[in-house]
């Protein structure tokens, strides 16, 4: 297995990308919450699979994609989606410049069409945020034809042979939708948890190495209380978001841990019951 990825490595290596496309390769640094996860997506995107990450915020999904990214030495295309993302934020649109005193009109491509083609990482994150009528256009994309008409220009393209799709989701959340069948099929699907125990304690050390031990021994203990109140749902999902952890963190070796916590973890949250019980599970290790 590993030495499918590290051929796939030298192959994507060899081949060329420009210095501007190296300022868009992702800094890595995801933990893998297990032995297998991040071989196992390495192995996926190495076979041309395009990748469903399922997750909470802040679970890293985001990283995981940087960190593909940072081992092919990958350049990244990354679109947000929402309600408003239409054909023209994937694709590109006709804009009209002005040449030798002339009005002629020229295509600019959107992220789609510039990763198939130089052979990029396209990662859409919040998939399920997207309209359903938007995404049909990508299933070419997705499938084994990896190719797409566009639609504007009447353009075939066939994607480069390094060409990935990496797509996240949050699920369950406010403003998303279940995936089309059709589209979810065409994904390899991974979920991501939160990192806990020993890896999120390397992580922090990782992160910061000059802080306080006792920071480092309020937040571990912190995030270990926080994920034991979600899996009793006592908590949503995203009290435990590592992301915020990182913000009361960082926070917290500037002002009172617990006003940081309040800031980075509390107040994100909206019921009010939640709120009060993280900041008392907090004020527990302050004692």
Known sequence: MIDLIEKEKKI????????????????????????????????????????????PTGAGKTKLAETVSQIFSQPVQSINCSVDLDAEALIGFKTIVLKDGLNSIEFVEGPVIEA???????????????????LPILHSVLDYRRMLTNPFTGEVIKAHPDFSVIAAINEGYIGTTPMNEALKNRFVSFSIPYISGELLEKLWEDLYPYAPKELHTLMLNLADDLMEQVKQGLLSEEAASIRSLQHAMELSQFIEPLRAITYAIAEKLEDEQEKKLVLELASSWMR
């Open 12 to 55: 994507r290596l060899n081949r060329n990308h420009s210095e501007g496309d190296r300022q868009l390769i992702g800094t890595g640094g995801y933990v893998s919450p297990n032995e297998h996860l991040l071989d196992d997506v390495l192995i996926a995107v190495t076979l041309k699979k395009p990748i469903l990450l399922k997750g």
């Open 116 to 134: 198939m083609k130089k052979g990029h990482i396209l990662y859409i994150d919040e998939i399920n945020m997207a309209k359903s009528e938007t």
